[in-house]
């Protein structure tokens, strides 16, 4: 490349100044709409919370999606996942061509009684939004909204997934939706969750793995039952177990690199009923584990199923292990985690936008990321005044609403950049 004289040079600083001032007046407007359609997006998020929906259940709260997304003149692409109602996605259309960026809010609520004493609360026993998937499907609707009002200046389509089911467990709705197409065409995808951990104007992103792979093992361990005061006459299975509760933690301490990030918890040990002086027939034994390099889970994997087989051979019992990797870790691409950086300091303050720790819980817009390059990021709903720093999946798990107008702002911010490519960290 030949060499820029001082003249060149000048033009390419101008040119850039121009192009960051133009960027700027943008990412103000998406901030100035988002600011006016507030009102909007928490009416949204108390009508969710008011009616919330378990996983593959959110048939009014999808319903309710398309008729808030017709209204802004998006194309409904599909409704109806996993032989189900749940589910949406739709697509908005900019005024110019371009790619395809996609945004993703779950929908779901947990099997909860609410605590919390607000006008919103859920009205259907034993069912609340308490991770704040109520917020994400509100915020996404704002996003949508804001879009729909700068749609002529998009170069390109977004894509909107409103996912049922990430608090499944087994059954994935984003794997669901992904393997039904819901990502063909996408060139990227971005994800929110708010966090009630982080205060209330603060955004925390990180680059490569963030969230945890989840894995869980079911064992029943078969010895032989008989008289405690006759153990040569059984085979006790207690033994066996115990041996296993510690010899696990060992494999995370002697067969994982301490530069690695592994954990493996026993939550379940059941032997026997209430009878002081039996040995039980067998021990059932659940547990997880949680790790961020798939190559450390292929490692615990093996290690356990070796641990497991070797140590009851040792104790003289048979063994059933169901071994299930139930979500893969959320691995975020660099480049498109410094575009939502970038948003996100440009709307934020850079002040506000920090680098997240690894978190051991996992998420299933896991699956998402593994198809197209994407950022699973988190925006600060904590505020000990309004008690909306409890943890999530807690009985009085609350959000800010002050947050929301900002969260719908990051969303439709992180498509145009990625849209325009405009914004690179
Ligand atoms: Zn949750
Ligand atoms: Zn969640």
Redesign the pocket.
Same mark, same amino acid.
């Given at each position: 490349m030949p060499e820029l004289t001082s003249s060149d040079s000048f033009i390419v600083e101008v040119k850039e100044s121009k192009r960051q001032k133009e960027v700027g007046i943008l990412l103000e407007k998406i901030r100035k709409l988002a600011t006016s359609n507030a009102e909007e997006v928490v009416a949204l998020r108390h009508h969710f919370h008011t009616f919330p929906e378990r996983s593959w259940e959110e048939v009014e709260t999808s319903k309710k999606v398309v008729d808030v997304l017709k209204g802004l003149g998006c194309t409904i692409l599909k409704t109806g996942f996993g032989g189900t109602e749940s589910g949406v996605v739709a697509e908005l259309k900019g005024g110019k061509p371009g790619g395809c960026v996609a945004l993703r809010a779950?929908m779901d609520a947990l099997p909860l009684q609410e605590e919390n004493a607000v006008p919103y609360a859920s009205q259907t026993p034993c069912v609340m939004h308490a991770?704040?998937?109520d917020a994400h499907t509100a915020m996404l609707l704002g996003a949508a909204k804001i879009l729909a009002e700068i749609r002529d200046e998009l170069p390109g389509t977004v894509r909107f997934l409103f996912q049922p089911a /990430? /608090?499944s467990g087994l059954r994935s709705g984003a794997k669901a939706m992904l393997d039904e197409g819901a990502l063909d065409g996408v060139d990227s995808i971005g994800g929110l @969750?708010v966090w009630s951990l982080a205060p209330t104007g603060t955004v925390l992103y990180r680059s490569g793995p963030v969230m945890a792979a989840a894995d869980a093992w079911y064992l029943t361990i078969k010895g032989k039952g008989g008289h405690g005061s006759s153990p040569e006459n059984a085979v006790d299975p207690t033994i066996t177990a115990a041996n296993l509760v510690l010899n696990l933690q060992a494999i995370v301490g002697r067969e994982v690199s301490a530069r690695e990030t592994a954990v493996v918890s026993t939550g379940v040990v059941k032997a026997g009923e209430t009878v002081f002086n039996i040995i039980p027939d067998s021990v059932t034994m659940n547990g997880t584990v949680r790790t961020f390099n798939p190559a450390v889970q292929d490692t615990l994997e093996a290690a356990i199923r070796r641990v497991i087989a070797g140590l009851c051979a040792a104790g003289r019992c048979e063994f059933e292990l169901d071994y299930r990797r139930n979500l893969p870790a959320t691995i975020n691409d660099h480049a498109v985690t410094m575009t939502a950086k970038s948003v996100c300091e440009a709307m934020m303050g850079a002040e506000n936008v920090k680098e997240t720790e690894l978190i051991m819980g996992s998420e299933d817009f896991s699956y998402f990321e593994r198809k197209v390059p994407g950022t699973f990021f988190f925006l600060g709903t904590g505020n000990p005044e309004k008690g909306t720093n409890n943890p @999530?999946h807690h009985p009085k798990f609350n959000v800010d609403d002050d947050a929301l107008p900002a969260g719908a702002a990051l969303l439709a911010g992180f498509a145009w950049a990625r849209l325009t490519g405009e914004v690179r960290g």
């Amino acid at each position: 490349m030949p060499e820029l004289t001082s003249s060149d040079s000048f033009i390419v600083e101008v040119k850039e100044s121009k192009r960051q001032k133009e960027v700027g007046i943008l990412l103000e407007k998406i901030r100035k709409l988002a600011t006016s359609n507030a009102e909007e997006v928490v009416a949204l998020r108390h009508h969710f919370h008011t009616f919330p929906e378990r996983s593959w259940e959110e048939v009014e709260t999808s319903k309710k999606v398309v008729d808030v997304l017709k209204g802004l003149g998006c194309t409904i692409l599909k409704t109806g996942f996993g032989g189900t109602e749940s589910g949406v996605v739709a697509e908005l259309k900019g005024g110019k061509p371009g790619g395809c960026v996609a945004l993703r809010a779950d929908m779901d609520a947990l099997p909860l009684q609410e605590e919390n004493a607000v006008p919103y609360a859920s009205q259907t026993p034993c069912v609340m939004h308490a991770c704040g998937h109520d917020a994400h499907t509100a915020m996404l609707l704002g996003a949508a909204k804001i879009l729909a009002e700068i749609r002529d200046e998009l170069p390109g389509t977004v894509r909107f997934l409103f996912q049922p089911a /990430e /608090e499944s467990g087994l059954r994935s709705g984003a794997k669901a939706m992904l393997d039904e197409g819901a990502l063909d065409g996408v060139d990227s995808i971005g994800g929110l @969750h708010v966090w009630s951990l982080a205060p209330t104007g603060t955004v925390l992103y990180r680059s490569g793995p963030v969230m945890a792979a989840a894995d869980a093992w079911y064992l029943t361990i078969k010895g032989k039952g008989g008289h405690g005061s006759s153990p040569e006459n059984a085979v006790d299975p207690t033994i066996t177990a115990a041996n296993l509760v510690l010899n696990l933690q060992a494999i995370v301490g002697r067969e994982v690199s301490a530069r690695e990030t592994a954990v493996v918890s026993t939550g379940v040990v059941k032997a026997g009923e209430t009878v002081f002086n039996i040995i039980p027939d067998s021990v059932t034994m659940n547990g997880t584990v949680r790790t961020f390099n798939p190559a450390v889970q292929d490692t615990l994997e093996a290690a356990i199923r070796r641990v497991i087989a070797g140590l009851c051979a040792a104790g003289r019992c048979e063994f059933e292990l169901d071994y299930r990797r139930n979500l893969p870790a959320t691995i975020n691409d660099h480049a498109v985690t410094m575009t939502a950086k970038s948003v996100c300091e440009a709307m934020m303050g850079a002040e506000n936008v920090k680098e997240t720790e690894l978190i051991m819980g996992s998420e299933d817009f896991s699956y998402f990321e593994r198809k197209v390059p994407g950022t699973f990021f988190f925006l600060g709903t904590g505020n000990p005044e309004k008690g909306t720093n409890n943890p @999530h999946h807690h009985p009085k798990f609350n959000v800010d609403d002050d947050a929301l107008p900002a969260g719908a702002a990051l969303l439709a911010g992180f498509a145009w950049a990625r849209l325009t490519g405009e914004v690179r960290g």
